[in-house]
């Protein structure tokens, strides 16, 4: 099975650095996805870590460490739009996408 | 890039009624896809993969009886809640897997049994 393990929620100020982290445990690791989810509507792609290391895509970065079973989503210069929910989910050898619960950003001015 | 197209985009229905949520893939065929419920304030649960042409794969404490999943073509598939009840009420999404990797999620169906 997995284990897949978030902080539930976080504040930070507008034009500040957050990092969410990402702790998992499975039995069968194909890769690592952030997604961006605001209320009510679906989840939105931001990044897809499968070998360790650091992606960066505009102010969203992501790091992968397989070894330890972690993974952090890094959001930079960031805007009030920027609240919302972010999930980290576990693509699994059977080809599923697991979600853990969550993290939600609050962005203050 | 590949969309998901998912409706209704919400329901409202009658206790002990059946509701019947489409999902289809637009410009991509899909011989998988999967479908999630989200209560408020939680994160995305997997109820089952559908697969085209044969019979869709329940995780553990979902209802098959209660939750039909029909994959009859290679863009489009179903769920049916039946006799719906106040606590099915949620946020149901589905999702189909991009031939490279990604995952497309349609814009979820929020149902309310009353």
């Known amino acids: 099975g997995q284990n897949i393990d978030q902080p539930t929620e976080m504040t930070a100020t507008e034009g500040a650095i957050v990092q969410i982290n990402c702790t998992y445990q499975t039995s069968g690791f194909n890769g690592l996805f952030w997604y961006q989810q605001h209320a009510g509507e679906a989840p939105t792609f931001l990044s897809y870590n499968v070998l360790d290391g650091l992606e960066e895509k505009g102010r969203f970065s992501s790091f992968l460490s397989r070894s330890k079973g972690y993974s952090y989503l890094l959001l930079k210069e960031l805007q009030m739009k920027d609240s919302a929910s972010y999930l980290c989910?576990?693509?699994?050898?059977?080809?599923?996408?697991?979600f853990g619960q969550g993290t939600e950003l609050s962005v203050k001015p | 890039g590949a969309v998901v197209s998912q409706h209704p985009s919400w329901v409202i229905c009658k206790s002990g009624t059946s509701v019947k949520i489409e999902c289809r893939s637009l410009d991509f065929q899909a011989t998988t896809m999967f479908w999630y419920r989200q209560f408020p304030k939680q994160s995305l649960m997997l109820m089952a993969t559908s697969n085209e042409g044969s019979k869709a794969t329940y995780e553990q404490g979902v209802e098959k009886d209660k939750f039909l999943i029909n994959h009859a073509s290679l863009t489009l598939s179903t769920l049916t809640v039946t006799s719906a009840h106040p606590e099915d009420s949620s946020f149901y999404i589905c999702?189909?897997?991009?031939?490279?990797?990604?995952?497309?999620f349609g814009s979820g169906t929020r149902l309310t049994v009353v």
């Open positions: 989910a576990l693509y699994n050898q059977g080809g599923k996408l697991i």
């Open positions: 999702s189909a897997r991009q031939p490279n990797y990604g995952y497309t």
